[in-house]
């Protein structure tokens, strides 16, 4: 019997790697990857490439959104606009990307219909994360609902978030559980071909390898 088929926003970051694994354990696997202008494109459409060798998923689209660069509003994207370092400043941080995850979502909802998958995996998290409001359970909760109200009937499709209650540690761990290949994945805001381990994903990401004692196999431009 054919196994179900599932698609999974894959970033080539260490959370949506993760979320890869664990849908690999019971569904047939449909990438989904986003270029919207974010300023270490390039390298996560490399680093894409390289898991879609490693999983080798049935179904792979890549999708281009360059009005997210046009709206700006956000250090990711804005050329004028600089990604902090260390710890991100109070509030909703500037590498906030307005309503990214409900266009990401979106876009995965209409895929999903054509290709009949049942799942949407997403590695969001509301424990170790930035403060971002569309990564919080309510959200999930409530684009669920609209993706019910919004289909139609026998697609019956679900978001899930397997990472949602779990730090960043423990993120970590049931990859390396799972035998996700964290040396192909891309955590840092920068491109480059070194991670700075300055921005606040690289120093989560690097908590995260030091609490459990693990090297992290990505290299960095500052030495750890």
């Not at 994207?77 to 941080?93: A, F, H, L, Q, R």
């Not at 990214?100 to 509301?126: D, P, T």
């Not at 690289?202 to 459990?212: G, I, S, T, W």
Request: with cysteine.
């Amino acid at each position: 019997m054919p196994r179900p088929l599932a698609i999974v926003l894959l970033s080539s970051g260490m959370d949506s790697a993760v979320c890869a694994s664990i849908a690999s354990q019971s569904h047939s696997l449909a990438f989904l990857h986003f270029q919207y202008g974010q300023k270490a494109q390039e390298k996560e459409l490399d680093c894409f490439k390289k898991l879609c060798d490693f999983f080798k998923p049935v179904k792979v689209k890549i999708v281009s959104l360059p009005f997210l660069k046009e709206i700006g509003g956000s250090s990711l994207t804005d050329v004028e606009m600089d990604i902090p370092n260390g710890k991100e400043e109070s509030g909703i941080p500037s590498t906030y990307v307005p309503f990214r995850n409900g266009i990401f979502l979106s876009i995965a909802a209409s895929w999903a219909e054509v290709i009949g998958a049942e799942k949407i995996f997403i590695g969001v998290n509301q424990i170790d994360f930035s403060g971002y409001p569309d990564c919080r359970g309510e959200f999930i909760e409530a684009f669920n609902l609209a993706i019910d109200k919004g289909t139609k009937p026998e697609s019956n499709i679900k978001i899930e978030t397997p990472l949602l209650n779990l730090s960043k540690k423990e993120i970590l761990k049931t990859g390396l559980e799972l035998g996700t290949p964290f040396h192909l994945t891309w955590s840092c805001y920068r491109g480059g071909e070194k991670a700075c381990g300055r921005c606040s994903s690289c120093l989560l990401r690097l908590k995260a390898f030091n609490e459990l004692k693990v090297k992290d196999p990505v290299p960095y431009e500052i030495e750890f």
